[in-house]
């Protein structure tokens, strides 16, 4: 039997607490998660990707099927790369099923790749990394909103 793989893809600027609470469910599920950080340079982030990274490593450092992994490109070519036949999203609304759905679609037919979505649990369905990036822009406690990694002065 082959091993099970997935990606769950994210820029995580920053992760949250609903990153986590997804992948920790996912996890389970599969021999190899990989969280895998996006990085998209016409894109400009509030934190640096090493800082990303960095988080993302100490949160899910002692997560024995758990692997951090930085990727460039489209999502599906590092799903080919790594040997995932899995992709992994939340949902937190109808609105990110809308474009979620049509993005897995796109992955289905470029590279027979499946798209899993499993819903945010209602404690978390308010926190996006956008609402996150805005509090902390305005000097606001995100403690509750983000892991313990993420320490914002």
Partial sequence: ??????????????????????????????????????????????????????????????????????????TVDLCRRLGAGHIIRGLRNSTDHGYERSIALMNRSMGQVDTLFLPAEPEHAHVSSTIVRELIANKADVSAFVPQAVRIP
């Fill in 1 to 74: 039997m082959s091993e099970r793989r997935a990606v769950f893809p994210g820029s995580f600027d920053p992760v949250t607490v609903g990153h986590v609470s997804i992948i920790r469910r996912a996890a389970p599920l599969f021999d190899t998660l990989y969280v895998a950080l996006g990085v998209n340079t016409s894109k400009r982030s509030m934190f640096p990707e090493d800082q990303r990274l960095a988080w993302l490593e100490e949160t899910f450092g002692g997560d024995a099927n758990i692997e951090v992994v930085r990727f460039e490109g489209l």
